[in-house]
């Protein structure tokens, strides 16, 4: 049972940014593809989930804090 049941999850980089790169592996893939596996297993637990992105697309603090929510755990 959650005891926390809403989460926001920031996978980080994206768009032109790939952050750090191993071989043929970047950040911002590895990043975003965890945050999904995340959100499904929190999901069936009945949490609510908030994604800062779900694509590989470059967000911007403005577009971020417009969106925002009231969260009380990071």
Do not use: P, Q
């Not at 893939?29 to 959100?39: A, D, F, P, R, Y």
């Not at 999901?43 to 925002?68: F, P």
């Amino acid at each position: 049972m959650l005891k926390v049941k809403s989460f926001i999850i920031d996978a980080g980089h994206g768009g032109k940014y790939d952050g750090t790169t191993s071989g043929s592996r970047k950040e911002k893939v590895v990043t975003l593809n965890m945050s999904k596996i995340l959100e499904k297993k929190l999901k069936a637990k009945g949490a609510t989930v908030y994604m800062t992105r779900t694509t590989d697309k470059l967000l911007h603090m403005k577009g971020i804090l417009r969106s925002s929510v009231i969260v009380y755990y990071f």
